[in-house]
């Protein structure tokens, strides 16, 4: 199926105009985590050269293994500039240098249902990474919430929104609520905007699955300094991104979890320079 024909369910009135196909993909950096951050169209508007010449409207892909690419969001191309710029305040690559041209980008609602659940394959020329509107045929499509496919306990980093739609949408990530569920763990949690850590702990029958809902439901989970933090910036919790140090048997009893936690906020130095209690 062309992917195109999926698309115009949703508009169908752009697909006669000037429109490019866009797979972002860098080894350099993570650009996951600028996804996480909520900087993707900002980097998405800076480019080294003039990459957009003619154009109307962008689709914008993410590239993943092999040919896979992941829908971003249709984007309609209303002018660019070569004025100086800085990343904004948050961009998780601050030592990126900024390229000359800055597009100004809007997003097309409407194509938001699909972004990060409509999966295509890219073909044979990733290299070329911009291209004019062509056929690409989908080879997926995510159920609705679907985050991403768990990638281990070792590679898990979620921000705090797609912690909450982890949490939420449990028959679109059951493998996450699977193995979440299935381990007692020492997690982290980091400040992505001023880099204060806080190093818990989660025991008992639900492991880390039943921990870190709590955080979904009130933001907290119950810590002092994180509840102090969160009076004083209520939407702070969004710069939030939650990490699994280590995991440990659910058989463990909470003293001995505890213990573990306690080692790890002594190597991060999370009581002295966190958000950890004593």
């Known amino acids: 199926m062309n992917f195109i024909d999926i698309l115009k369910l949703y508009n169908s009135n752009i697909w006669s105009g000037r429109l490019r196909l866009v ?22 508007s800076n480019q080294g050269r003039d990459i957009f010449p003619k154009t109307d409207h962008i689709v914008s892909f993410m590239g993943e293994a092999g040919t896979r690419s992941r829908f971003m969001g249709v984007y ?31 997003r097309l609602r409407e194509f938001d249902e699909l972004a990060d659940r409509l ?6 020329g990733t290299r070329s990474w911009v291209q004019w509107l062509k056929r690409k045929e989908v080879t997926e499509i995510l159920p609705k919430g679907h985050v991403r496919d768990f990638p281990g306990f ?18 679109a990530n059951r493998t996450w609520h699977t193995m979440l569920g299935s381990v007692a763990a020492v997690y982290l949690i980091t400040d992505t905007v001023d880099g204060s850590l806080y190093v818990g702990s989660a025991y008992g029958q639900e ?9 979904v439901k009130s933001k907290h989970g119950g810590n002092v300094k994180l509840k102090e933090l969160l009076s004083r910036h209520p939407e702070r919790h969004r ?18 979890v505890v213990a573990v936690e306690t080692t790890y906020k002594k190597k991060l130095g999370s009581r002295a320079f966190g958000l950890s209690g004593n």
């Open 23 to 44: 797979r972002h993909a860098d080894d350099r950096w993570d650009l996951d985590a600028i996804v996480r951050s909520g900087h993707f169209d900002a980097y998405q």
């Open 76 to 106: 309609r191309l209303e002018g660019v500039s070569t004025t100086a710029r800085s990343w904004p305040k948050g961009y998780p690559y601050p030592e990126m240098k900024p390229g000359k041209f800055w597009y100004e980008l809007k």
């Open 119 to 124: 999966i295509i394959d890219w073909g044979s």
């Open 154 to 171: 070792d590679d898990v980093v979620l921000g705090f929104d797609d912690l909450r739609r982890v949490i939420e949408n449990r028959d």
């Open 207 to 215: 492991g880390i699955l039943g921990r870190w809902t709590s955080y």
């Open 239 to 256: 710069s939030f991104q939650y990490s699994i140090l280590r995991t440990l048997p659910r058989s463990m009893t909470k003293n001995e």
